[in-house]
């Protein structure tokens, strides 16, 4: 079955330490995002990418980086410079984002400890 | 950013019921979508709009684009309990290679 696999589910980090969460997509889909969700926050746009090897900044770039080396993965690094790291992350593809249609991953819940 | 009001911020109903809730801009939108966010999951896409004006259903769910293309509603009838969740507006603008811009959702809750 085409999907998309975020990993890990649960993620704990101490203060200070970087951590990368892991998007893999099936669907060959050219286009990748990574949201962040905060209770009653919504859904905010982190990074996006349209295409393999490269890639754009969303609201909330700080403190964050990602990569595109492969069209079917789209890894995202909290790094420490993150003020306040705890969130549920969310990984969405397209097949064409032009019509909004997001495919989302399952999310990874990351606690900062 | 752009922004989206999303209302209401939530909704406590009994089964049965019927349901609205409603996003709105100060842009203009050339797509809305809603999407569906159980507990601990990802959001599914519900209904996708893409005209003014266009009412579109989806089983019990119906939404409708803005004539001015700056808001969307959606009704959910007859409500069950697997209707709980949050439920998001989204909206890209009418530019492009922008990114979707999502509402703060509406939680539902429904009792039986």
């Known amino acids: 079955d085409g999907g998309i696999t975020q990993s890990p589910k649960y993620l704990f980090r101490k203060e200070g330490q970087n951590v990368t969460l892991s998007c893999e997509q099936n669907l060959n889909h050219d286009a990748m995002y990574w949201y962040r969700q905060d209770p009653g926050q919504g859904l905010r746009l982190i990074y996006y990418s349209q295409i393999v090897n490269d890639f754009q900044k969303g609201d909330i770039a700080e403190g964050y980086s990602v990569s595109r080396e492969k069209k079917e993965s789209f890894p995202l690094t909290v790094t420490s410079a993150q003020k306040n790291p705890t969130a549920f992350y969310l990984c969405a593809s397209s097949i064409d984002p032009g019509t909004g249609e997001l495919f989302f991953g399952e999310g990874s819940r990351l606690t900062v400890l | 950013g752009q922004q989206l009001n999303q209302s209401p911020q939530s909704m406590f109903i009994q089964e049965g019921e019927d349901v609205s809730m409603n996003c709105t801009s100060s842009s203009i939108f050339n797509t809305w979508l809603w999407y569906k966010q159980d507990p601990g999951e990802g959001p599914v896409l519900l209904i996708a709009?893409?005209?003014?004006?266009e009412l579109t259903s989806n089983g019990r769910l119906t939404a409708q684009f803005g004539i001015t293309r700056k808001d969307s509603f959606l009704n959910i009838s007859a409500s069950i309990p697997s209707d709980v969740g949050i439920y998001f507006c989204a909206g890209q603008l009418d530019q492009a290679g922008t990114a979707l811009i999502f509402g703060k959702g509406t939680t539902l809750s429904v009792s039986s």
């Open positions: 709009l893409y005209k003014a004006g």
